[in-house]
């Protein structure tokens, strides 16, 4: 099974600055990678598939990049709705496409 | 609307059963590839058991291997999670998750079904 590890595991970031998760696989899954935002009290939302592809509603201030084991999820100038966990999820290998444990971003 | 909408959750002592329903509506339901992803109070997500189109194939997480069946009802669109002899550690909140047809990442999610084993 291939391991997904995501850091840091809470990330501070004032508003209007970058916030850069990253998510480590413990073997290459090409670009077959996709990350969740979570808020409090919600279901999951797809936020970026194929590494680098937003998904529908995702506004451009996200952008996602990467591919083998390393990956990057950014937010380029943070707002106060995009608090929440987010949660990286490789599915070239499944099943089982298995999580990161998430990342908490947070308002400095 | 598209959308999937969880229901059976509740409170049931260790030993017992239980079986969650997810109705699906806005979609083709019988099209998509269908799963169970649970998570545990203040944990992460974990796939919990999967069915594709027409039922051809079906993975349980080997936590529930022989104790939860998953099924769907495509004429009802509707997908379903009979768990039996529950444990305290299956206690967790349990979505309903579509795959993409072509994609086994999630693309639609339910709001959730919470499942406390406790006695």
């Known amino acids: 099974e291939i391991v997904m590890t995501q850091s840091p595991a809470t990330l501070s970031v004032s508003p209007g600055e970058r916030a850069t998760l990253s998510c480590r696989a413990s073997?290459?899954?090409?670009?077959?990678l996709a990350w969740y935002q979570q808020k409090p009290g919600q279901a999951p939302r797809l936020v970026m598939y194929?590494?680098?592809t937003r998904a529908t509603g995702i506004p451009a201030r996200f952008s996602g990049s990467g591919s083998g084991t390393e990956f990057t999820l950014t937010i380029s100038s943070l707002q106060s709705e995009d608090v929440a966990l987010y949660y990286c999820?490789?599915?070239?290998?499944?099943?089982?496409?298995?999580f990161g444990q998430g990342t908490k971003v947070e308002i400095k | 609307e598209v959308q999937l909408v969880e229901s059976g959750g509740g409170l049931v002592q260790p030993g017992g059963s239980l079986r969650l329903s997810c109705a699906a509506s806005g979609f083709t339901f019988s099209d998509y590839p269908m799963n169970w992803v649970r998570q545990a109070p203040g944990k992460g997500l974990d796939l919990v058991s999967s069915i594709s189109s027409r039922s051809s194939n079906i993975y349980y997480a080997d936590s529930v291997k022989g104790r939860f069946t998953i099924s769907r009802d495509d004429a009802a669109g509707s997908l379903y999670l009979e768990m039996n002899s529950l444990r305290d550690e299956d206690s967790a909140v349990y979505f309903c998750a579509r795959y993409t047809v072509r994609y086994p990442y999630f693309d639609l999610w339910g709001q959730g079904a919470l499942v406390t084993v406790s006695s």
């Open positions: 194929g590494a680098s």
């Open positions: 999820q490789q599915y070239n290998k499944w099943p089982p496409g298995t």
């Open positions: 073997e290459s899954v090409s670009n077959k």
